[in-house]
């Protein structure tokens, strides 16, 4: 997130007579390097307007507990999220994931308007997939895929089973004013405060099992952002304190965040 606060920084610097919508573009970073992937997935693009989407899909070698659609976080791309991605399938859960447009392989310049628009669209292609259509939905929001993962959870609350925050803030207008000065908020709060923030729209989200995870020693986004979004979460959930850093639980403590992950399954 050290990317984001720098944006913060530009944004204070350029005057509120040339902001626009498009200026929100700034969240994403995304990178275009592919690392090496060491385990087997199957490809998928999927056409959106003039460009493509890339996503993956992986299989454990026993039959999944459930399929997990993962929504990475404002810098890289799938290849360098494999970190989360591999302890999944690992713990025997097949996983779908997902590079917003310019990000790895995938075409176009993401904006808060397209990304939303297009993980709709990969939704329902997801679902169409024989090994997924039958199987329990998992949505896993990685930092800014929180937003994300979130919106598309409030949007098809009969077709997901279980909802997972890793890292996540309250909205992309609080994260924002953290590191503004307060005289940058009111433009701020202008053009962000609709971008589907998190800490509404889960509000919104019934009976759906909600695992919230965020680290005491997060340097990249406060653990007071999640707390807020886990306040104003209906019940069942639950909220795990790593004792780690931004997006390491499931690296780190991964015995103890497949044991609530797991619970999620039987929660009702």
Known sequence: MRTLKNFILTLFIISSNYIDAQFEEKFYYPKKEWLTIDIPYTEDFITVEKDSINTLFFKPKTNPKATVLFFHGAGGNISTY????????????????????GYGKSTGKPTHLNVAKDMEIVFNKMKKN?????SKIIVYGASLGCQIATLITKNHQKEVDALILD????SFADVAMLYAPKNAHPPIKK??????????????????????????????IPLSQS?????????????????????????????????RIDELLTTQ
Request: cysteine-free; charged content about 25%.
């Open 82 to 101: 494999m970190y989360i991605i591999k302890p999944l399938i690992e713990n025997n859960y097949q996983v779908y994931a997902v590079d917003y447009r």
């Open 191 to 220: 053009f962000l405060s609709h971008i589907y923030p998190s800490k509404k729209e889960i509000t919104t989200i019934k009976n759906i099992p909600k695992l919230i995870i965020h680290g005491k020693n997060d340097k990249s």
């Open 227 to 259: 707390e807020i979004v886990f306040k104003n979460a209906q019940k069942p959930k639950v909220f795990f304190n790593s004792n780690k850093g931004h997006l390491h639980a499931l690296k780190l403590e991964t015995e103890e965040v497949f044991k």
């Open 130 to 134: 024989p090994h997924i259509k039958d």
């Open 167 to 170: 890292s996540g803030f309250a």
